[in-house]
């Protein structure tokens, strides 16, 4: 809602709340981190952006993967200190840079492919086209935009993922106002940005979703 703070920036009111939810998940990334690393050939890009990057746990273990990928870890500016200290420490910070800014006033047009890993779950659909449509306008032609996010089931049971599933929700409403999607829900919200969705690869309990811009 326009002019009502959303729970990032209410968290910004908070810094220690902001280091305690930034620590929890570089932590979590770096558990789902190997399965990404082994479900999508990243090789031919040549600057991946990652846009609501955080700390850099992702993007900096793909340009380990990858070693003459460029890249740039795109967030608010309250996670560049963290970025930079941990692309140093892993001895990427000649290659991967931070840029800050906010994603739902534009992107920086300066990769061949951005990858967002939980930041679509976050939002609604209005703000999560909001973001995806600033992105599309950021890649080049023939450029890639990967989604990393957990694929809700048409059909959930009542197996433990699923539940898994149903708890992130819940919880993705009460926090920021968003949902966890099934694929046809993420194939809609990428076609009403632009783009249509070229592949999906299963990454553990994660998937990535390869979209081109149409
Ligand atoms: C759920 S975290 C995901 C972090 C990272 N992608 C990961 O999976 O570890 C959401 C990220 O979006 C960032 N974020 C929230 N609002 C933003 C905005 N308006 N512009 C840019 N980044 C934002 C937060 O700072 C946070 O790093």
Redesign the pocket.
């Known amino acids: 809602m326009q002019g009502v703070a959303?729970s990032?920036e209410l968290m910004g009111r908070t810094p220690g709340n902001v280091d305690k939810?930034?620590l929890a998940?570089?932590e979590?990334?770096r558990l789902v981190t190997p399965d990404i690393l082994r479900s999508y050939d990243f090789s031919g890009i040549c600057h991946l952006m990652?846009?609501?990057?955080?700390s850099g746990?992702?993007l900096g273990a793909i340009a380990q993967q990858n070693r003459k990928m460029r890249g740039t870890v795109?967030?608010?500016p309250?996670?560049a200190e963290a970025a930079g200290k941990h692309l140093r420490q892993i001895g990427v910070s000649d290659r991967i840079e931070f840029a800050a800014?906010?994603?739902?006033k534009s992107v920086p047009a300066v990769a061949d492919a951005i990858i967002?890993?939980?930041?679509i779950h976050?939002w609604n659909d209005a703000r999560s086209i909001s973001i995806l449509r600033n992105c599309h306008q950021s890649l080049p032609d023939g450029g890639k935009l990967l989604l990393?996010e957990r694929l809700t089931p048409e059909t959930p049971t009542a197996t433990e993922e699923d539940k898994a599933h149903a708890m992130s929700d819940l919880n993705m409403l009460r926090g920021p106002g968003g949902l966890e999607r099934t694929k046809k829900q993420y194939r809609e919200l990428l076609n009403q940005s632009g783009f249509d969705l070229t592949g999906v690869y299963p990454a553990g309990r994660f998937n990535a979703m390869e979209a081109r811009p149409r």
Not at 101 to 104: A, E, K, N, R, V
Request: aromatic share 16%; hydrophobic share 45%.
């Open positions: 959303d990032f939810f930034n998940m570089t979590l990334t990652d846009v609501g990057g955080g746990e992702l795109f967030d608010l309250r996670c800014g906010d994603f739902f967002l890993k939980s930041i976050d990393v």
